[in-house]
């Protein structure tokens, strides 16, 4: 069983960039397929970025295409979400999610396990 840890949201202004990070506790990250998710205040849980085992395939939410950025580093077992233009939609908590069998989870109900979540608050 892995557990994921995010860590690296706050607050920042509009037009501004945070990275997060995921890291594995429990057993290596480098077999799970690992993806982000966010929910805002009142909405429902939705994808926005995820990652292949292997590093090698990523897709995105159309509302991050070109804003966000996911890779990952097996050796250091951690995924990390590079978001730069943010926009005050974008607020939200922000969760890291891992699927087994090296498949990347695409919607709330193919998880496996999930973080705890941080939060991301952009102010305009």
């Known amino acids: 069983q892995v557990q994921p840890v995010e860590s690296g949201g706050g607050l920042v202004q509009a037009g501004g960039s945070l990275r997060l990070s995921c890291a594995a506790s429990?057993?290596?990250?480098?077999?799970?397929?690992v993806g982000w998710f966010r929910q805002a205040p009142g909405k429902e849980r939705e994808f926005v970025a995820r990652?292949?085992?292997?590093?090698?395939?990523?897709d995105y939410a159309d509302f991050v295409k070109g804003r966000f950025t996911i890779s990952r580093d097996n050796a250091e077992n951690t995924v990390y979400l590079q978001m730069n233009t943010l926009k005050p939609e974008d607020t939200a908590v922000y969760y890291c999610?891992?699927?087994?069998?090296?498949?990347?989870?695409?919607?709330?109900?193919?998880?496996?396990?999930w973080g705890q979540g941080t939060q991301v608050t952009v102010s305009s």
């Open positions: 429990g057993r290596t990250f480098s077999s799970y397929g």
């Open positions: 990652i292949s085992w292997s590093g090698g395939r990523a």
């Open positions: 999610a891992a699927k087994g069998y090296g498949r990347s989870p695409a919607t709330p109900n193919e998880v496996d396990y």
